[in-house]
C-alpha cells in the first residue's frame, strides 16, 4: 500500500513539473518580446538586425546629395615672365639670350561651390563668388562634367546669385536637391556642410550641429576680396574653409537648411550660413520677374554696432556707415560716412531686429522713408527716396 501511494505521489509531482517547465517556456517566450527593439532604430533584415547609426544617415545624405553639388571655378589670363631662348650647347650662350615678348596664358581656380535647384540648369551661390563680372566662370560636376555659365544674376541685398548654365547635352540628368524650412531650425540638430574646401580639395563634407541662429556678420572671399554685411545667419560648427562658399548646409533629412558663406578667423569650429528661406524667396521673385532681382535699394556700406560696443564708445546702437555710394539715395539725402543710422521710420536699427538689411528688404522702391541718423553728437533725421538695384 506504501509503495502505491509513493508512486502516485511521483507521478503528480511529475505532472506538476512539466506543466510548471512549460508554463516557464510560455512567460520566456513573451518575455522574449519585451526585449525586441521596437524603435525605428533597428530594421529586420533577413535573420540581422540591421542598427540604423548616426554614421549610416550621414553617409545616406552625402550618397543622395553630392551629385547635386557643384565647383564654381575661374578663368583668368595672366602674363608669362619673358622667356630666354638658350643653345644649350654654345658655353657662352647665356651672356646671348634674347627675350621674347611673354604671352597670355589662361589659368583656372576652383574658388566656390554651388548646387542645382532646378533640372533646366538653374544653380544657388553666394554672390560674392561670383562678383567680378570681367572673368569667365565655369561650373563642374562630381562627376567632372564641365559646363560653360550663360548668365548670372546676382541678388543685390543678399549674398547669393543665381548662376544659368545649358542642360543640354552633359546636362541630362541633372538632379535638383531638396530645399528644406529654415524657420523651423533648433539650436543642437544635426548639420552636414558640402563643398570645394580651400578652393582644391572637391566634394569635402564635413558634420557639426546648428549652434546657433539670428547672427550677424561681415562675409567675402579671400579669392575675390570682397565683404558684405549680412544679418540673420546660421551659426555652425561644422568646418566651412575658404571655397566652400555658396555649398549647401543640410539637416539630416538631406534637405538643404542653409548656403554655406564664412568662417570665422578670429576663432575655431565658428562658421555661418545664409537660412535657405531667403533663397526660396529669391527663386520666387527670381521666376516671377523673369530674371530680375528688382530691390529696394538706399546705398551704404556699413557696419552695426552692439549695444555693449555703444556703451564702451558712447555712441548709439545703430549701423554705422562706413561708405555712401555716390549718387544713392543715400547720397542724394545727404547721409555721410562715420554718420549712424538709428532709426528707419520709427523702427530702431539693431541687431536684436536683424539690422538695417532686413528693415530695408521690408521697404518697396519709391517709398518715402524717414531716416534718423547720429552725427557728431546731435541727431537729426532726413527724407530718403528709396531706389531701385537690379542684380541682373
Given amino acids: 500500500m506504501k509503495r502505491i501511494l509513493v508512486l502516485v505521489g511521483l507521478f503528480v509531482v511529475l505532472i506538476l513539473i512539466g506543466s510548471s517547465t512549460n508554463q516557464l517556456n510560455f512567460n520566456f517566450s513573451n518575455l522574449k518580446g519585451l526585449f525586441t527593439p521596437k524603435n525605428n532604430s533597428v530594421v529586420k533584415s533577413g535573420e540581422k538586425l540591421k542598427i540604423v547609426s548616426e554614421e549610416s544617415v550621414i553617409t545616406k545624405v552625402v550618397e543622395d546629395t553630392s551629385s547635386s553639388v557643384v565647383t564654381i571655378s575661374v578663368i583668368?589670363?595672366?602674363?608669362?615672365?619673358r622667356i630666354f631662348e638658350i643653345d644649350p650647347f654654345d658655353p657662352f650662350g647665356v651672356f646671348g639670350q634674347t627675350p621674347r615678348q611673354g604671352q597670355?596664358?589662361?589659368?583656372?581656380?576652383?574658388?566656390?561651390?554651388?548646387?542645382?535647384?532646378?533640372?533646366?540648369?538653374?544653380?544657388?551661390?553666394?554672390?560674392h563668388v561670383v562678383s567680378d563680372s570681367g572673368v569667365k566662370y565655369r561650373v563642374i560636376t562630381k562627376d567632372d562634367k564641365e559646363?560653360?555659365?550663360e548668365?548670372?544674376?546676382?541678388?543685390?541685398?543678399?549674398?547669393l546669385a543665381i548662376i544659368k548654365i545649358n542642360p543640354q547635352g552633359n546636362g541630362q540628368g541633372l538632379k535638383p536637391v531638396e530645399l528644406g524650412d529654415s524657420s523651423k531650425l533648433k539650436v543642437g540638430q544635426m548639420a552636414i556642410a558640402i563643398g570645394t574646401a580651400l578652393g582644391e580639395f572637391r566634394n569635402t563634407v564635413t558634420v557639426g550641429v546648428i549652434s546657433g541662429l539670428g547672427r550677424g556678420i561681415t562675409a567675402g572671399s579671400p579669392f575675390e576680396g570682397y565683404v558684405e554685411r549680412l544679418d540673420d545667419v546660421i551659426q555652425t560648427d561644422a568646418a566651412i574653409n575658404p571655397g566652400n562658399s555658396g555649398g549647401p548646409l543640410l539637416n539630416?533629412?538631406?534637405?538643404?537648411?542653409?548656403?554655406?558663406?564664412a568662417v570665422s578667423s578670429d576663432a575655431q569650429n565658428i562658421s555661418f550660413a545664409l537660412p535657405i528661406d531667403i533663397v526660396k524667396e529669391l527663386l520666387n521673385e527670381f521666376n516671377k520677374s523673369g530674371g530680375k532681382f528688382e530691390r529696394p535699394f538706399l546705398g551704404v556700406r556699413y557696419r552695426m554696432i552692439s549695444k555693449d560696443l555703444s556703451i564702451m564708445n558712447e555712441i548709439p546702437e545703430g549701423a554705422y556707415v562706413?561708405?555712401?555710394?555716390?549718387?544713392?539715395?543715400?547720397?542724394?539725402?545727404?547721409?555721410?560716412?562715420?554718420?549712424?543710422?538709428?532709426?528707419?521710420d520709427g523702427q530702431k536699427v539693431t541687431e536684436d531686429n536683424s539690422g538695417l538689411a532686413k528693415i530695408i528688404a521690408?521697404?518697396?522702391?519709391?517709398?518715402?522713408?524717414?531716416?534718423?541718423?547720429?552725427?557728431?553728437?546731435?541727431?537729426?533725421?532726413?527724407?530718403v527716396i528709396m531706389g531701385e538695384t537690379s542684380g541682373e
Avoid: C, M
Wanted: aromatic share 4%; glycine share 10%; hydrophobic share 35%.
Fill in 147 to 149: 559646363y560653360q555659365i
Fill in 76 to 81: 583668368r589670363t595672366r602674363k608669362i615672365g
Fill in 151 to 159: 548668365k548670372i544674376y546676382r541678388d543685390p541685398s543678399n549674398d
Fill in 362 to 383: 521690408g521697404k518697396k522702391i519709391g517709398d518715402k522713408v524717414n531716416v534718423e541718423i547720429w552725427r557728431d553728437g546731435k541727431n537729426d533725421t532726413l527724407e
Fill in 322 to 344: 562706413q561708405e555712401v555710394v555716390a549718387d544713392s539715395p543715400a547720397d542724394q539725402a545727404g547721409i555721410a560716412a562715420e554718420d549712424v543710422i538709428t532709426k528707419i
Fill in 252 to 261: 539630416s533629412s538631406g534637405q538643404v537648411i542653409g548656403v554655406n558663406i
Fill in 104 to 127: 597670355e596664358q589662361p589659368t583656372v581656380q576652383d574658388i566656390g561651390t554651388g548646387f542645382i535647384v532646378s533640372k533646366d540648369g538653374l544653380i544657388v551661390t553666394n554672390k
